[in-house]
Every structure is written in structure tokens, then in C-alpha cells.
């Protein structure tokens, strides 16, 4: 086979951004996520519990459930990672966990109302988040192979931009051809296809396959341009062993690189922050103000616009001034927007009572919709690019499974607190709270963290 030029393997590379993004942009966020807290609810009220308690409890069950998933990542991303620097081979393990992206997004469909499981519904989200999350931990440890230093922050920006592309466009055929509103009807006026029947949510539950077959399509690319780049060392069988023995060694060596060690730490908290905004952003505006899945869904749309413009433009931003800045001013945009969300219901904002039918609250959700989108994308483009300066060039993988560590070992704690807040206060809006905090302990941090890492 011919090799593949640079610019292609760049592309493919951008690939697995765009046919990854439905898994955070329909299932997290703005379709299932709303679906799960929906259709849990219903079933605790028909159990006999109050509408406030059980919007409350189905946000907390969601919490409890992406807790697990978090727990999971964080335990197993550097032991794999390590694993996988030890043998000098990633693209196998991006095929195992592709495939568990496809089984658990596609299992989704099997969730109707009518015979509806909580245990199940978690569980296959679950698994494809987990293989989702993998997957892009060995896809971002390839980012050094893909040019010079000062360029990879404009490859992550327009990665992750190029990635909410993809996210908007197959939100708004969903949106367009599957879900429907109180009529029955499409946004465009049009019956679901295929016999969908919008009685069992069965256009709504076709998020799953189709989230599945649109990873599937567009991997196509990424397997055929994006290849391993050859070493001058012989490849290893996959042995735990060694692989973990190198993870030791990295663990211990940590106090010895007091940048990285600070800025793992405090991107595990404003990544965590952030994780739950995306998380519980929908399932807010559904339980708090009252909106339909098809209102989330276009609000969902122009969040990932926002967050395509920014994204792309704020490459070029880390390029002319490197990520650290972007993350500082990012961090602090996403507290004020926590603060926004949390300040508003339907017929008050910041604690002030509105008239009666008053559309403000619905219009400050918007732009805090447009704020998550905007900041948020440059935020995790721009910390991306900052792990390359502060890690091991050649333990790459490595690297990355420990910033999946560190953003795992508290994404179970943004959903937990959340979960527990909710449930405690019995309130969807106080139950957000917690993100302040978050967002705030990890711009302390940033104090220790040197813009180019531990220059030898």
C-alpha cells in the first residue's frame, strides 16, 4: 500500500473527532441523556413519587451511573496507556474500543418506555462511553506524530472544531428527519421514517443506532489514512507486566515534574466542571425550564456552532499564545455561565421575579448554551495541547491515560456531587452548584503549571 501523505493522515486523524462527537453532542447531552431523564422520571412517578422528587431522583440516578463509568476509565487509562507505550502499538486497542463505542450506543435503542430498565439503559451507555473515552485517549496520544510543536495547537483546534461540525450535523438530522414534537411531526413537518412510532419513543430511541452506524461510516477514514509511525525499536508482544512496571516507574518519577503533576491536577477539576455541564445541561433545561427534547436539541445545535467557530478560531489563538491562557480565560467564562444556569428558572434570573410568559429565562439559557459551546471547546482543545508540553514525548499514550486519570479519577465526583446535591436539596437548579467549586480549585492550581512545561 502507498503511504499516506501528511496532510491526509492529518484529516483521518481529524476524523475520528467528527465521527465521535454524536456520542457526547445526542447521547450525553442534548437527545438520550434528556430521553433517560424523561422516561425515568415517569416511570418513579408512576410508582407514586412527586414530579419535583422524581426529576430530581432521575438526574441522580444519571449521575450515579456516569459515577461507575468515570471510576472505570479512571482505573484502567494509565495501565492500558502504558501498555500500550511499552509495546509501541495503539491502533488495535482503538479497534477494540471503536467496537464497544458501536455495541453500546447501538444497544440503546432497546430502551422504550413501555418496558423501560434503568439497570440496562446505564449499563450499554455506559460501555460505549467508556470505549468512546478510550478510544480518544490513543487517538490524541498520536497528535505529536503529526508535525512541529507549535503547530499542533492549530491541529487540536481544528480537530475539535471540525469534530462539533460533525456533532451539529447529525443532531439536526435527527432533529430534521427522526425526533418529533407534540404533533407528531419532525422539525421539518415530517413523519418519522421507517415506521418509527413516536407513541414509543422509538424515533427519539433511534439516537442509539444511529450515533453507532454514523461512527462507523466515518472511522472509514481514520483506519485508512492514519497509521503508526514506525520505531527503531523491535514492537512487544502487549505484557501487563512491563507495562505496568513502566507505569511505576512513571508514578514515581511524578514529584520530579511539579508542572505536570500540577496541571493533571488541576485540569481534573475543571474537566470534571465542565463534563458535568455537558452532562446535565440538557436535563436542566427539560426539568427546570420545561423545555421538549426538540428544544434541547436546537439549543444543542447552537452550542456546537458556537462551539465549531471558537474552537477553530482559538487554535490559532494557542498558536499566537499558547494554551495556558486560553485555559485561564476559559475557566473563568464557564464559572460566570454556572452561575447564569444556576440563577434561573421560568419566571426568575438572578434571584429577580419576572412577568408573567417573560421569554428571558429561555434567552440567558441560550447564551449560556453559546458560552458552554464556545468556551468549553477551546478549553479541552487548548488542554489537549498543553499535555504535549508537559509530557513524555515518547510515552505519549501514557501521558494521555494518566490525563484521562486525572479527569477520571473526579468525573465520577462533578456527577456525584451533583447527584447528591439534587438529591438532598430535591432541586434540579442547586443541584449544579458544585461546578463553581470545581472550576475555581482548578484555576488555583494553574498558578504552579509553567506554559512549556519543565524546560531541561
Not at 482559538?314 to 467564562?333: M, N, Q, S, T
Amino acid at each position: 500500500m502507498a503511504d499516506v501523505s501528511l496532510k491526509k493522515r492529518i484529516w483521518g486523524w481529524y476524523f475520528f473527532d467528527w465521527a465521535s462527537q454524536p456520542y457526547n453532542t445526542m447521547l450525553l447531552t442534548f437527545i438520550f441523556g434528556p430521553y433517560f431523564a424523561q422516561t425515568a422520571a415517569a416511570q418513579l412517578m408512576a410508582g407514586g413519587m412527586a414530579e419535583t422528587a422524581a426529576k430530581a431522583q432521575a438526574q441522580a440516578l444519571w449521575g450515579y451511573g456516569l459515577t461507575v463509568a468515570g471510576i472505570s476509565i479512571a482505573v484502567l487509562a494509565p495501565i492500558l496507556g502504558s501498555i500500550a507505550d511499552s509495546s509501541g502499538r495503539r491502533m488495535p486497542w482503538i479497534w477494540l474500543f471503536s467496537a464497544m463505542y458501536f455495541v453500546g450506543a447501538y444497544a440503546l435503542w432497546w430502551t422504550a418506555p413501555q418496558d423501560f430498565s434503568v439497570l440496562w439503559a446505564l449499563f450499554f451507555f455506559g460501555l460505549g462511553l467508556v470505549g468512546m473515552e478510550f478510544a480518544t485517549i490513543f487517538t490524541n496520544s498520536l497528535m505529536p506524530s503529526l508535525g512541529p510543536k507549535e503547530e499542533l495547537g492549530v491541529y487540536s483546534g481544528s480537530g475539535f472544531a471540525f469534530g462539533y461540525v460533525g456533532g451539529i450535523l447529525s443532531l439536526l438530522l435527527m432533529l430534521l428527519l427522526f425526533v418529533s414534537g407534540d404533533s407528531g411531526r419532525t422539525l421539518i413537518g415530517l413523519e418519522p421514517p421507517f415506521g418509527l412510532d413516536p407513541a414509543t419513543k422509538a424515533n427519539t430511541r433511534a439516537v442509539g443506532p444511529f450515533s453507532a452506524i454514523w461512527f462507523a461510516v466515518f472511522m472509514i477514514p481514520f483506519f485508512l489514512w492514519v497509521k503508526e509511525t514506525p520505531t527503531n525499536t523491535p514492537r512487544l508482544r502487549y505484557k501487563f507486566g512491563k507495562g505496568m512496571k513502566d507505569l511505576k516507574q512513571t508514578l514515581v518519577t511524578l514529584p520530579q515534574n511539579p508542572s505536570l503533576l500540577a496541571y493533571l491536577g488541576s485540569s481534573m477539576f475543571y474537566r470534571d466542571a465542565l463534563n458535568g455541564m455537558y452532562t446535565f445541561g440538557g436535563i436542566y433545561a427539560l426539568g427546570v425550564l420545561n423545555w421538549s427534547i426538540m428544544e434541547v436539541g436546537i439549543f444543542g445545535i447552537v452550542s456546537a456552532t458556537s462551539g465549531a467557530l471558537f474552537c477553530w478560531l482559538g487554535g490559532y489563538a494557542d498558536r499566537a499564545f499558547g494554551p495556558k491562557p486560553l485555559i485561564v480565560l476559559c475557566c473563568f467564562i464557564l464559572m460566570g455561565t454556572a452561575i447564569l444556569i444556576v440563577s434561573l428558572s421560568p419566571t426568575s434570573a438572578f434571584g429577580i421575579q419576572l412577568a408573567e410568559g417573560s421569554n428571558l429565562p429561555n434567552i440567558l439559557f441560550y447564551v449560556a448554551g453559546m458560552l458552554i459551546g464556545a468556551a468549553g471547546g477551546v478549553l479541552q482543545s487548548a488542554s489537549r495541547n498543553m499535555l504535549t508540553r508537559q509530557g513524555n514525548s515518547e510515552r505519549m499514550t501514557e501521558a494521555f491515560g494518566l490525563y484521562a486519570l486525572s479527569g477520571k479519577a473526579t468525573t465520577f465526583l462533578a456527577p456525584a456531587l451533583i447527584a447528591v446535591a439534587s438529591q438532598v436539596s430535591g432541586s434540579q437548579r442547586f443541584g449544579v452548584t458544585p461546578l463553581i467549586g470545581l472550576f475555581a480549585i482548578g484555576l488555583i492550581m494553574l498558578v504552579w503549571v509553567k506554559p512549556d512545561g519543565e524546560v531541561e
